[in-house]
């Protein structure tokens, strides 16, 4: 009785050393993500429009820089030079999407996740 409950005890000893090395080894790790420069996303944190495009980000791992309107003046006052860089004087809204590089605005959380989807 007594190799018996020896053996149970070694059993569980060996198989906690061997999950936990097998996880260590074999265990998928998250890729590092994609960071994409001369992208801003101007949001609002209670625009449900937003936040499908925040959370198309978060799930293809993307980060670019954001900027909330709604609670900055600061941050307003960059939307809207950036929609005069594109030619954009009314129906200013977010989520809205410049990219300096080719003085380029996209409105719309549809459309930009479509620039995305391109571009990725």
Do not use: Q
Not at 15 to 25: D, P, V
Not at 26 to 53: D, R, W
């Amino acid at each position: 009785m007594k190799k018996f409950i020896k053996f149970i005890i070694w059993g569980v000893i060996f198989g906690c050393l061997f999950g936990t090395l097998f996880s260590l080894f074999f265990s998928k790790k998250p890729a590092p993500p994609v960071k994409i420069e001369g992208i801003t996303l101007f949001y609002a944190k209670t625009c449900p429009h937003c936040k499908k495009v925040e959370k198309y980000l978060k799930k293809k791992n993307i980060e670019i820089e954001k900027k909330e309107v709604f609670h900055s003046k600061e941050n307003r006052k960059l939307l809207f030079e950036a929609a005069k860089k594109c030619g954009i004087r009314n129906n200013i809204g977010v989520p809205f999407l410049y990219i300096k590089k080719d003085k380029k605005c996209i409105i719309g959380d549809n459309p930009i996740i479509n620039y995305f989807e391109k571009k990725l």
